[in-house]
Nanobody, 125 residues
Framework: QVKPVESGGGLVQTGGSLRLSCVAS????????MGWFRRAPGKEREFVAS????????YYGDSVKGRFTISRDNAKNTVYLQMNNLKPEDTGVYFC??????????????????WGQGTQVTVSS
């Protein structure tokens, strides 16, 4: 199993950028699909992006397409989320998740097995 730990959150103005990192300790990180989700105040957890272990397939939520980019470095056991042109509605706690049992790249939170504690992102208007 792996234990994801997120970092890189913070306060940024509208239009700014942040890069989140998620280091997943444990064996065989490179065999896990990784995902990013977020939870805004008063809302349910929302899919942001996911990436296969080979990086060949990436999916994005509709609200972040064209602004966010997911990537990974298996040598560093790390997955990244580059967030550009941030908007106030991007505010929330961002979570990193991992799974390795499914033959497809998941986009639902209940399809991921291992979760980090989250990192807060706040976008001011």
């Amino acid at each position: 199993q792996v234990k994801p730990v997120e970092s890189g959150g913070g306060l940024v103005q509208t239009g700014g950028s942040l890069r989140l990192s998620c280091v997943a300790s444990g064996r065989s990180f490179s065999s896990y699909a990784m995902g990013w989700f977020r939870r805004a105040p008063g809302k349910e957890r929302e899919f942001v992006a996911s990436i296969t272990w080979t990086s060949r397939t990436k999916y994005y939520g509709d609200s972040v397409k064209g602004r966010f980019t997911i990537s990974r470095d298996n040598a560093k056991n790390t997955v990244y989320l580059q967030m550009n042109n941030l908007k106030p509605e991007d505010t929330g706690v961002y979570f990193c998740a991992a799974e390795k049992t499914r033959p497809y790249l998941p986009v639902r939170a209940d399809e991921y097995d291992y979760w980090g504690q989250g990192t807060q992102v706040t976008v001011s208007s």
